[in-house]
């Protein structure tokens, strides 16, 4: 079942019917996107419009913040399922470790994603680890090819087809990482996890998985890495039960003050609008 939001499609499934398109994923022949849209992402994507292409042609959109919750009673009075990115990772590398499936973590500062490895290694004995690289730094904005347009970053005008989707959207700018790429098809995995920033990781995705024949799931985990290997602690459950993790990560780090703003009040602002659009629309 599909739930649009700011005109992004969300997956709203519940825990055992995400578990089933996880592993069909798994056993497909062809290569599978997942990305996890919080209220970040679809403020972000309301001024970038090759990033709301990205997302809607995502094979799963897992809704991931408590505020998406909110958002879809509001407008619809209708329940969306919250699967966090941190939780969807750790159920993925569980099912690749009972299916003998390896995974490949790219991404976060030097040394996270090897970390990262090792403690699911240590949580499941029988996952697969094909790498795990930084990556290093990764500019997306750094091709000549990019202008801006009304704020979004538009492409040249060639168009490709993605190997997974079946829309044709604009190329992003190469990116200057065949290293990256190189080390992974040599590693030759299933699944690849990807964690270098929102945006910035869906982007590389749509650029790059084609180029990377083996993998059956590419996913975007933003900071998942850093709470998996310890580097920043997550908040406690309750908090994020609550839906007042922001709170916790606002006192940690006082410099997401701005992605807090976006993410509660710029998000709010527009879903208030989305919904007075909405009931104008409505036959009288």
């Known amino acids: 079942m599909k739930t649009t939001i700011l005109d992004i499609l969300l997956d709203n499934l519940i825990e055992p019917e995400l578990n089933n398109k996880i ?4 056993n497909s022949n062809s290569q599978h996107t997942i990305f996890t849209p919080n209220p970040e992402f679809l403020v972000a994507s309301t001024k970038d419009k090759h990033f709301k292409q990205i997302l809607n042609q ?8 408590f505020g998406l919750k909110l958002a879809s009673r509001f407008l619809y009075n209708k329940k969306l399922n919250r699967h966090t990115g941190i939780d969807t990772l750790i159920k993925i590398c569980q099912l690749a470790s009972e299916k003998g ?3 490949y973590f ?14 699911l290694k240590s949580k499941f004995s029988n996952l697969k680890i094909a790498g795990a690289e930084s990556g290093g730094k990764i500019d ?10 009304e704020g979004c970053l538009t492409c040249p005008e060639q168009s490709r087809r993605m190997p997974h989707a079946s829309k044709t959207i604009p190329s992003p700018s190469t990116l200057s990482n065949s290293d ?3 080390k992974i098809n040599t590693a030759e995995p299933d699944i690849l996890f990807v964690a270098l920033g929102q945006i910035k990781q869906e982007k590389w995705i749509s650029e790059n998985l084609s180029k990377i024949p083996s993998v059956r799931i590419a996913m975007g985990v933003g900071g998942s890495f850093d ?3 310890k580097k920043t602690p997550r908040a406690p459950k309750l908090l994020r039960i609550i839906g007042l993790e922001w709170l916790f990560r606002l006192i940690l780090q006082p410099k997401r003050i701005k992605r807090i703003w976006n ?9 208030f609008k989305e919904k007075l659009t909405k009931e104008k629309s409505r036959p009288t």
């Not at 592993?23 to 798994?26: A, I, S, T």
């Not at 790219?106 to 403690?119: N, R």
């Open 23 to 26: 592993e069909d994923f798994l």
């Open 58 to 65: 995502s094979d799963l959109n897992i809704p991931d913040g």
């Open 101 to 103: 499936k390896s995974v």
């Open 106 to 119: 790219l991404g976060s500062s030097e040394g996270v994603a090897k970390k990262t490895a090792q403690t």
């Open 140 to 149: 997306l904005n750094a091709s000549p090819v990019l202008s801006r347009v």
């Open 180 to 182: 990256n790429i190189a």
């Open 227 to 229: 709470y998996i290997s």
């Open 263 to 271: 993410a509660i009040v710029v998000f709010s602002w527009l879903i």
